[in-house]
């Protein structure tokens, strides 16, 4: 493992491409909007009880909000605040699957990012995820120069603690009421990599 300077604070291209035989992850562009909006309404049910709750009266999947999410990705990307990750199918049109995060960056002494995802209701239990987040590590670790990659999972959610376990994270601990979701303070159990413990398990072409 090469050393790292502590201010190190890598900012990869906003066009780059990862790619598996099954799939490419990539940011997200204005022209995503329309599908983007398919997706989250078609995966509202799906996603509700593992995303924070929004406003009364707010669409969280209208035309304005997911433009306005889209411009914040990109600005953040640019800023090197988080690096959002759509996840598309290698087949015809590369149509739009799920979405891996790597949020809340600090650099400094810490290099950390805190990771998210999700996926298309239809397309689980395939592994794509499993994969997907395997990139986003290859991602975090390699172009993005970090050091460690966490992730916070609520007990009740089988599916995502298996993948984090395949993947090879290593649970740190347990912490109550620690994020709000589904508007409700939940507790969850701490996950993290850090560079040192990573082994790639998945080929992936830039
Ligand atoms: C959690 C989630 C991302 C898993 O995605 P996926 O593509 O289905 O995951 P994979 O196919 O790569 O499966 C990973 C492992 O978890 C297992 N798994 C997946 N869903 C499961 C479920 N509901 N119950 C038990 N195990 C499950 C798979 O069998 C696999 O383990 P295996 O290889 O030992 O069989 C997906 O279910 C999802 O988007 N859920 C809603 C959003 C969410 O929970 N996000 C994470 C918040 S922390």
Same mark, same amino acid.
């Given at each position: 493992?090469?050393?790292?300077? @502590?201010?190190?604070?890598?900012?990869?291209?906003?066009?780059?491409?990862?790619? $598996? %035989?099954?799939?490419?992850?990539?940011?997200?562009? *204005?022209?995503? !909007? %329309?599908?983007?909006?398919?997706?989250?309404?078609? +995966?509202?049910?799906?996603?509700?009880?593992?995303? @924070?709750?929004?406003?009364?009266?707010?669409?969280?999947?209208?035309?304005?909000? =997911?433009? +306005?999410?889209?411009?914040?990705?990109?600005?953040?990307?640019?800023?090197?605040?988080?690096?959002?990750?759509?996840?598309? /199918?290698? $087949?015809?049109?590369? %149509?739009? =699957?799920?979405? !891996?995060?790597?949020?809340?960056?600090?650099?400094?002494?810490?290099? +950390?990012?805190? /990771?998210?995802?999700?996926?298309?209701?239809?397309?689980?239990?395939?592994?794509?995820? *499993?994969?997907?987040?395997?990139?986003?590590?290859?991602?975090?670790?390699?172009?993005?120069?970090?050091?460690? !990659?966490?992730?916070?999972?609520? %007990?009740? +959610?089988?599916?995502?603690?298996?993948?984090?376990?395949?993947?090879?994270?290593?649970?740190?601990?347990?912490?109550?009421?620690?994020?709000? =979701?589904?508007? *409700?303070?939940?507790?969850?159990?701490?996950?993290?990599? *850090?560079?040192?413990?990573?082994?790639?398990?998945?080929?992936?072409?830039?």
């Amino acid at each position: 493992v090469p050393p790292r300077s @502590p201010s190190s604070g890598a900012i990869p291209s906003i066009s780059a491409r990862l790619a $598996t %035989p099954r799939i490419v992850l990539r940011a997200a562009r *204005t022209t995503d !909007v %329309p599908e983007l909006r398919r997706i989250h309404r078609k +995966n509202a049910d799906h996603l509700r009880p593992w995303s @924070p709750a929004h406003a009364k009266g707010e669409d969280p999947t209208s035309l304005t909000a =997911i433009s +306005n999410m889209v411009a914040r990705y990109r600005q953040q990307w640019k800023r090197g605040e988080a690096f959002v990750l759509l996840v598309t /199918l290698r $087949t015809g049109g590369e %149509p739009i =699957i799920g979405r !891996v995060s790597l949020g809340g960056i600090l650099r400094g002494v810490f290099q +950390n990012a805190h /990771l998210g995802y999700w996926i298309d209701a239809d397309h689980q239990r395939r592994g794509l995820m *499993t994969e997907a987040v395997d990139v986003a590590l290859a991602f975090a670790f390699g172009m993005a120069d970090l050091h460690r !990659v966490q992730a916070a999972v609520m %007990p009740n +959610n089988p599916g995502s603690l298996r993948l984090l376990e395949k993947v090879g994270f290593r649970r740190e601990g347990f912490a109550e009421r620690y994020l709000e =979701i589904a508007g *409700t303070w939940q507790d969850h159990a701490i996950f993290a990599m *850090t560079r040192e413990e990573w082994k790639p398990r998945t080929d992936v072409t830039v």
